[in-house]
């Protein structure tokens, strides 16, 4: 049996290029994981996948995207042996934090090292763009620009410190309908990327914060007003601009040092359910 982590990740560019002729949209966005985590226990078993966790708000069957991630790996490497997988979730459910591709890249990983079946990197993430178009991203972690569908990585590596502050509003968005949701003002060529990485790489906080944006949030907020007014009451209650991660709900804080995080973070708590104090890594 092995242990296997899976980071939530945050968006911190994300712009929209077009819609694309199987139905995607080609997308330019900077990704990020932060150290709000899953935990899987991966292990062989007689025959057939099976998964245990304590969530009752995802489904344990084959629409679980570790069980899928994990029948694809089978089929890849034609291991007929049966998976057993335990699902601690720690990271909210349909938030725009990627909780289900990550559990998907992390039994990648996970039966790559149980079978020694030796894949790189490169290969788990080929075959987690059959899975979902954040399993890529999620294979690898860190810090990355995706492009395509979200399947295209350059990966970055910089050395930026920043806490996060995660605040997941009771809303539930489908990540489908705001894609379908985007007119055609909110398609653009430009593309926020390479200032984003240049101010990472500078270790720029104040610049970082200043590029945080996300083409999605106007699709969001028009068909879930209510993640308008909790960044409203969010922003204005601390006095700094308030972020979305992905296709939301999920609002997100930056702070550049630990102490000011978690003044944020206690403040938040007075009113809002969910809240999580993380870090970049
Ligand atoms: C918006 C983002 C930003 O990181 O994240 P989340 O909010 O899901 O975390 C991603 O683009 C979401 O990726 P993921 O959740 O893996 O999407 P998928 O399962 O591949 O697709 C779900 C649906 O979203 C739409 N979709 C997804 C990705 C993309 N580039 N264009 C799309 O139009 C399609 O309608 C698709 O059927
Ligand atoms: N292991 C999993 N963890 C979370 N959600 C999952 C999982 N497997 C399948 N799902 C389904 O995937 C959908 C998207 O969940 P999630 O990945 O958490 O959100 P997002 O795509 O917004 O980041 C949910 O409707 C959920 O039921």
Known sequence: MLVERAYAKINLTLDVLGRRPDGYHEVDMVMQSVDLSDLLWIDKSDAG??????????????RNL???????????????????????????????LAGGS??????????NRLFATGYSLDELAELGASIGSDVPFCVYGGCAVARGRGERLQRV??????????????????????????????????????????????????????????????ATQRLYPEVAEYAERLSSTLGQPVHMSGSG?????????????????????????????????
């Open 157 to 218: 590596h910089h050395q930026m410190r920043a806490w996060v502050i995660i605040i997941r509003p009771p809303v539930f968005v489908s990540t489908a309908d705001i894609y379908g949701a985007l007119t055609p003002k909110q398609m653009t060529q430009v593309v926020r990327s390479k200032s984003m990485i240049e101010s990472l790489m500078d270790g720029d906080f104040e610049r970082m914060v200043g590029l945080v944006d996300n083409r999605l949030r106007p």
């Open 102 to 111: 990550s559990d998907a890249a992390a039994v990648l990983r996970g039966l």
């Open 66 to 96: 570790a069980y899928v991630a994990a029948e694809a790996f089978l089929r890849k490497a034609n291991i007929s042996s049966g998976i057993s997988i335990g699902l601690e979730k720690n990271i909210p459910v349909a938030a725009g």
């Open 49 to 62: 996948i099976r998964i245990e966790s304590g969530a009752s708000n995802i489904p344990l069957d084959e």
């Open 249 to 281: 709900p999920t609002l997100f804080l930056l702070a550049p040092n630990e102490r000011r995080a978690q003044r944020s973070y206690n403040a938040i708590r007075g009113f809002m359910k969910e809240v999580y104090l993380c870090r970049f890594i």
